[in-house]
């Protein structure tokens, strides 16, 4: 695999240096005193909840309390499932559903559930109880090896957004321990200028890692004018089996001098279609929730032919995702990538996106409002200036000390 660029290596480091603001907790499942589950990560939870005067947005940080549930458990010998279920707060669980085959595991399924019923969390919220969401995840590793990510993952669950932050998870561990090798997210290679030594092949094994996709400029107008702007980049993954059975993940770039876009306008969906090089039909529909007066990217379908594998035609739809949200009249912009998981086998990039939908006024963009990736990664150089400040603060006083400390031996003549 590819080494990260320069420019990546600084953000790497800048994520490293932001566990000043994101403090990994650690978990672990055990069978017979043996662990066979361990991870450490931190984690934020943006939920959109309905109040009796509208919609409005919470954050919950996984706290360093957080405790494993009973509920937990590594399964019987040579097992193919394992859980671990997280509990914190007033009532909120995160649950992670591992499966494995043959080489890998997985975390098939990232289950949430959150108790509408803190009414700290969750101010003048209009409904009560627990509410569960789900999704599946691009969580994925060799066997006996830790899936490791320092960049920020994103997981949307309807309205919830799940962000990982400095992950590393083992399932199924042979050893009772974190193992030393390591399998890293595709979102820690991005932009590879040199290459580095090719690791073994493993199966399934990912498809070199093209540099970013090219931003593009589509509008979508009907009868009553123009329903979508979008400016992004996009990059597909798509993984699915070999006719020789090895199992890969296809990485495509969307390159919009190839492409070309069409879509539909309606008073609750907006679609915006792309067909090229390398894709059939690349759908984006977009809803709209109007007792909230925001609209959001609700589902994606693919539907392209991939001549090496079993199966030669790919096909993914997911239309219960809840992304790229703002209020209606405004703008959503996001410098930072945000990867959208669509189904367990096929999963989106999208670049330095900036979208409206419904209501679009003069052909420009509204008021924007920002993602909370970019919102979380203002943190970064604030906390690393905030250290450094710290640091040169500590040198002065030190400085001042010893020098006053030099000069009371001596008497005035």
């Known amino acids: 695999m590819a080494a990260p660029s320069d420019a990546r290596r600084w953000q790497l480091l800048l994520l490293l240096l932001a566990g000043l603001t994101h403090k990994s907790s650690e978990f672990v499942v055990e069978f017979n005193g043996t662990a066979c589950i361990m991870a450490s990560f931190s984690a934020t939870f943006f939920i959109n909840y309905e109040t009796k005067s509208g919609f409005k947005n919470a954050t919950l940080d996984l706290p360093p309390n957080a405790t494993v549930l009973n509920s937990s458990f590594c399964g019987k010998e040579n097992a193919s499932e394992s859980r671990l279920a997280i509990a914190f707060g007033s009532g909120h669980t995160l649950t992670l559903q591992f499966t494995k085959n043959a080489t890998r595991y997985s975390v098939q399924t990232l289950s949430f559930a959150y108790n509408m019923s803190d009414t700290k969390a969750f101010p003048s919220a209009s409904s009560t109880g627990i ?158 929730n109007a007792s909230a007066s925001r609209f959001f990217l609700r589902g994606i379908h693919v539907n392209t032919t991939l001549p090496d594998a079993r199966d030669p035609v790919f096909k993914a739809t997911n239309d219960s995702l809840r992304a790229l949200q703002a209020t209606i009249g405004n703008s959503y912009r996001c410098n930072a990538e945000e990867n959208i998981q669509v189904t367990k086998t096929f999963s989106v990039n999208v670049f330095n996106v900036w979208v409206q939908a419904f209501k679009v006024e003069g052909n420009e963009f509204g008021s924007v409002e920002e993602c909370q990736l970019d919102e979380n990664n203002m943190l970064i150089p604030i906390a690393v200036g905030g250290a450094l400040a710290g640091l040169v603060l500590i040198v002065l006083i030190a400085y001042l000390i010893g020098r006053k400390r030099s000069h009371a031996g001596y008497q005035t003549i």
């Not at 960049?151 to 309205?159: F, K, L, R």
């Open 131 to 288: 509410q569960t969401v789900n999704s599946t995840s691009d969580i994925v590793a060799d066997l006996d090896k830790k899936y490791r990510c320092v960049s920020h993952t994103q997981i949307h669950m309807s309205n919830v957004t799940v962000t990982l932050h400095n992950a590393t998870i083992q399932a199924f561990l042979s050893h009772g321990n974190f193992s030393k090798e390591e399998t890293h997210c595709k979102q820690d290679y991005i932009s590879p200028t040199t290459a580095a030594p090719s690791p073994k092949p493993t199966t399934p094994s990912p498809s070199p890692v093209p540099e970013n996709p090219s931003v593009s400029n589509y509008n979508v107008s009907g009868s009553n004018g123009t329903c979508l702007l979008a400016r992004m980049a996009v990059q597909l993954n798509m993984t699915y089996e070999k006719s020789d059975n090895a199992t890969v993940t296809r990485v495509l770039n969307i390159n919009p001098n190839k492409t070309s876009a069409s879509g539909s306008c309606s008073s609750r969906l907006v679609t915006l279609e792309l067909r090229g090089e390398g894709i059939n039909l690349l759908r984006f529909t977009f809803g709209m």
